[in-house]
């Protein structure tokens, strides 16, 4: 690799040749400050924050956009770069929605703490503003123009890793604004409410619609038995919004808020992650004794399934019928434990807390009900149960440690793990190859189909077969390998595909933080996932007794007509831009 000398504000590093300027600073400690930069994926120089002086260069360069070359003498904290960053970000200020106290994004703002770091304590160009109506149609994003200052990092994301091209730049010149094509609410888009562009939105533009005031709502209802249920990412996520090390597991302390909060039962998501790979796994079996449809697709994921409905209709009999482990979680609520309880459907309340956007979307979804009754009620994103907490002066980091309600709270280790890209796949293995095998094998982690990369596969020898797998996180890898199996360039028999990249550890509804430094937060999120997962006494889905019970008194055996009935479901092909009604 050729290396070229480069010497920013007195210091000389060594750095590749296809370094830009703000790489290199990097190198050699420098924070110049950013806005619109997403590595990768979005640097086109559009805020101008991070413009530099470089020797023998006429004017100011945006340094994450400026390539390095040999022997470069680069300044950038003189007095003409301090006032050209100042100068731009006043400019932004100025068009920009500056109700800071009621922002979403209020103290977690980069607009905000690039303000005060800049010293920017008043505006000069104050003028007419347009004021734009607020996209609040989609069941699952809220899209705020007012606050939007033109980074197109939501863009970037929504194109070039996701694929989807729900948002894009419109209009011209002071009227410029991101936004679905032909005027169109998100609603009416392609967007499939992953939530992505939350995640790297730097400021209050785009974020979650709000479930927390019809939760409020359900749990100071008396008639109500409202149920909460916690999604496997959530545990090594939520403590980050109090100050806690990323990758903390805090799973006892978040049943402890939660039953703190009023909820009447708090059950464990992880428990209908096994009883999805019962329902799952013996799915992938019948398919492959019976000539059913191959690759058999997974089907936990509502922004794959959405992306899959929009842009892959042919592949829609590959997905597997079973309902993402939350629905399934919800039906059973206001049927086995309902019965079990003595509860009338109907007053019961189910309250999902999760790491993913979509899931709002999710059960809005017609299927996602049973006797007209909705498996779901209410879906708060990570961030959303930790505003709730803090609202309720709960001290969350004090709080003891407590367990989950019976019997939907009893969880193996592969329940856990489909928090991570290629969890599903893996904890699905531990289970076939059990059943497969007739035996319990020794074997429990298939480190094979682990790692963060965008697009995996593997061959797992399961009794003398070859079971070929491949698993995909981001719906734009999952084109990519969708692609290839429409052109016949690779098989598989079995297939996971989470919406988000990273799984639902990186979901649309996780704690926001610099976008550029996501990698360790990924990271992090995941090690602490599988730390989750080997801590359990019971590693396997098809081992744990809660689930053999429920199989027993209940729904007799995997893929029974009760089964079916209740945790099953089907999809279907969505225009990408349904008709404005």
Known sequence: MDKVRVTIDGITVEVPSH????????????DIPTLCYLKEINQIGACRICVVEIEGVRNLQTSCTYPVF?????????????????????????????????????????????????????????????????????????????????????????????????????????????????????????CISCGQCIEVCPVGAIYEKDHTKRVYEALADEKKYVVAQTAPAVRVALGEEFGMPIGSIVTGKMVAALKRMGFDAVFDTDFAADLTIMEEGSELLERLKNGGKLPMITSCSPGWIAFCEKYYPEFIDNLSTCKSPHMMMGALVKSYYAEK??????????????????????????EMQHNGIKDVDAVLTTRELARMIKEMGIDFVNLPDEEYDEPLGMSTGAGVI?????????????????????????????EEVRGLEGVREATIKIDGMDIKVAIANGTGNAKKLLDKIKAGEVEYHFIEVMGCPGGCIMGGGQPIHNPNEMGKVKELRAKAIYEADKSLPIRKSHKNPAIQKLYEEFLGSPLSEKSHHLLHTHYSKKELYPLVR
């Open 19 to 30: 370094y830009t300027v703000l790489e290199a600073a990097k190198e050699a400690g420098i």
């Open 70 to 190: 040999d022997g470069m003498k680069v300044y950038t904290n003189t007095p003409k770069v301090r006032e050209a960053r100042k100068l731009n970000l006043e400019l932004i200020l100025s068009n920009h929605d500056r109700s800071c106290l009621t922002c979403i994004r209020n103290t977690n703002c980069e607009l905000q703490s690039l303000s005060k770091k800049l010293g920017v304590n008043e505006i000069r160009f104050e003028g007419e503003n347009i004021k734009y109506s607020i996209d609040n149609a989609s069941p699952a994003i809220v899209r705020d123009p007012n606050k939007c200052v033109l980074c197109r990092r939501c863009v970037a994301v929504c194109s070039e890793v996701q694929n989807v091209f729900a948002i894009g730049m419109v209009n011209r010149g002071f009227k410029t604004m991101v936004a679905p094509s032909f005027g169109r609410s998100l609603k009416d888009s392609p």
């Open 341 to 366: 309880e003595g509860l009338n459907p109907e007053d019961i309340y189910v309250v999902s807390i999760m790491p993913c956007t979509a899931k709002k979307l999710e059960i809005e979804r017609p």
């Open 418 to 446: 489909f928090g991570a890209t290629g969890g599903v796949m893996e904890a699905a293995l531990r289970t076939v190859a059990d059943i497969v095998e007739g035996r319990e094998l020794d074997k429990v982690d298939f």
